[in-house]
């Protein structure tokens, strides 16, 4: 029986145990963390006779003959480089399933920002169509569930994050999507151009793409690297990169492409231009997948938004309340500010990321009227806005202190918004940015139950 190790006790790594198991392999998983939520799996998985070892340092043993990351695992961690090293098979969750789901056809969706969005409005598309097509990866649905399941998705819509790039040396997605390239998680990659690079990989190896041709980096350096690719732009026919005839554009309030127009950019219920791009990106791939523009167009209309990406919250005393806290680098939270109406209070801050805050701190000037900080960074964000000279700001740590202090200052200097749009990571004050975005919903609805 062949004997595999699998890295990390969240749901990518419970799912690839659990597939691994059903296929007849010696499975153990390990986690160099223990709590109580990681012993009560522990138990779970051990009835269904999977190993696990909690508080545990993986180390490579000439007994296994695979052994599977989870995304959050550095893939250049020394344990995994003498795992490779030996000749062991090392690889990712996600080219797990792919080797599972060979059957079924792949959408790829990476980018620095936009994939969610992109890859959640795509699969309500193929919804809508009435294809069974599934969103999963860095969405929080593993990839590997897919591959459990009785009868695989006709479409696997993938959101892949750079992290499960790296860790997946076969993955060949019919239709891939490049959304956005800024600097993000150098701390993990590095540079940019080997961040770039893993990126690439991933079209590299895929049948038919489509590139965000909005996005300045990506013309720069992208354009000729795939010329016979689907670019879009929300800025017309005449802004398109390569190929006219593959272009998909907006032009007099439609999107527009493959010799037809396909959909009124006002059915879609999201601010910004930023998803107005991945509006394209989405109808592109509907389109290639051989979906009908009349199916396009009502899942457009019924499409509400994704959580935590500029959703509405409420509306308090005549200000709108708008939870941005996917936003977890600087980039993001320019996008977010560029998209709400001024003038803005903003909360920002958590556990702080690496990255050029030029554009984010030139939005504050122009647009935000008084700024909120919590979290580790706070200190130091504060330091950036004194160098631009903006002096309406306060440390107040934690964000329930920071929706009552907001409230009340919105009023006093008439913003428009309460923004929480971080710039930075959730890990220093909560689980995640859902979290954080949960408890920012919670305490922003609290306010008009306080008013009555």
């Given at each position: 029986m062949s004997k595999a190790h699998i890295i990390g006790l969240g749901k990518s790594g419970v799912a690839a145990a659990r597939l691994l198991k059903e296929k007849d392999w010696e499975v153990e998983l390990s986690d160099n963390k223990t709590s109580d939520s990681l012993q009560q799996k522990e138990q779970q998985l051990t009835q269904?006779?999977?190993?696990?070892?909690?508080?545990?340092?993986?180390?490579?043993?000439?007994?296994?003959?695979?052994?599977?990351?989870?995304?959050?695992?550095?893939?250049?961690?020394?344990?995994?480089?003498?795992?490779?090293?030996?000749?062991?098979?090392?690889?990712?969750?996600?080219?797990?399933?792919?080797?599972?789901?060979?059957?079924?056809?792949?959408?790829?969706?990476?980018?620095?920002?936009?994939?969610?969005?992109?890859?959640?409005?795509?699969?309500?598309?193929?919804?809508?169509?009435?294809?069974?097509?599934?969103?999963?990866?860095?969405?929080?649905?593993?990839?590997?569930?897919?591959?459990?399941?009785?009868?695989?998705?006709?479409?696997?819509?993938?959101?892949?994050?750079?992290?499960?790039?790296?860790?997946?040396?076969?993955?060949?997605?019919?239709?891939?999507?490049?959304?956005?390239?800024?600097?993000?998680?150098?701390?993990?990659?590095?540079?940019?151009?080997?961040?770039?690079?893993?990126?690439?990989?991933?079209?590299?190896?895929?049948?038919?793409?489509?590139?965000?041709?909005?996005?300045?980096?990506?013309?720069?350096?992208?354009?000729?690297?795939?010329?016979?690719?689907?670019?879009?732009?929300?800025?017309?026919?005449?802004?398109?990169?390569?190929?006219?005839?593959?272009?998909?554009?907006?032009?007099?309030?439609?999107?527009?492409?493959?010799?037809?127009?396909?959909?009124?950019?006002?059915?879609?219920?999201?601010?910004?231009?930023?998803?107005?791009?991945?509006?394209l990106m989405a109808v592109a791939v509907a389109k290639l997948a051989g979906i009908e523009k009349e199916v396009i167009a009502e899942a457009v209309r019924n499409f509400p938004g994704i959580p935590h990406r500029l959703e509405y919250i409420c509306r308090w005393n005549g200000v709108d309340f708008f939870n941005d806290s996917k936003a977890t680098n600087y980039d993001a939270a320019a996008v977010g500010l560029r998209a709400v109406p001024a003038p803005v209070l903003l909360i920002a801050g958590g556990e702080s990321k690496e990255g050029n805050d030029n554009d984010w701190l030139r939005q504050i000037k122009e647009k935000v009227i008084f700024v909120l900080l919590i979290g580790n960074a706070a200190e130091s964000l504060a330091k950036r806005l004194q160098k631009i000279n903006f002096r309406n700001y306060e440390i107040v740590e934690n964000m329930q202190r920071a929706v009552i202090r907001g409230a009340a200052l919105s009023t006093r200097y008439d913003a428009k918004v309460v923004l929480l749009s971080p710039a930075c990571a959730s890990f220093d004050q909560y689980k995640n940015f859902e979290e954080r975005g949960n408890n920012f919903r919670k305490l922003s609805l609290a306010l008009n139950h306080k008013k009555k």
């Open positions: 269904e006779g999977i190993t696990v070892k909690l508080d545990y340092s993986f180390e490579p043993e000439t007994s296994l003959d695979l052994v599977v990351v989870s995304p959050g695992v550095p893939w250049d961690l020394s344990a995994l480089q003498r795992s490779r090293e030996i000749g062991i098979e090392t690889i990712g969750e996600m080219e797990l399933a792919w080797r599972y789901l060979k059957s079924s056809s792949w959408v790829g969706i990476t980018g620095t920002n936009g994939k969610t969005t992109t890859t959640t409005l795509t699969a309500a598309i193929f919804k809508t169509a009435k294809l069974s097509g599934s969103a999963c990866g860095n969405i929080g649905y593993a990839a590997c569930e897919l591959a459990l399941q009785e009868t695989p998705p006709d479409w696997v819509i993938a959101e892949i994050s750079s992290y499960q790039i790296e860790s997946s040396n076969t993955l060949s997605p019919q239709i891939a999507v490049w959304t956005t390239f800024t600097a993000d998680h150098l701390s993990r990659h590095y540079d940019l151009e080997n961040y770039f690079n893993i990126k690439a990989d991933l079209l590299n190896r895929s049948e038919k793409k489509i590139i965000n041709g909005d996005d300045y980096y990506l013309r720069q350096h992208a354009a000729h690297l795939w010329e016979n690719s689907y670019w879009t732009s929300i800025h017309g026919k005449d802004n398109l990169v390569g190929d006219v005839t593959k272009g998909i554009y907006i032009e007099d309030g439609w999107v527009v492409g493959f010799g037809e127009k396909i959909v009124s950019v006002e059915s879609l219920q999201m601010l910004g231009s930023h998803n107005q791009q991945n509006l």
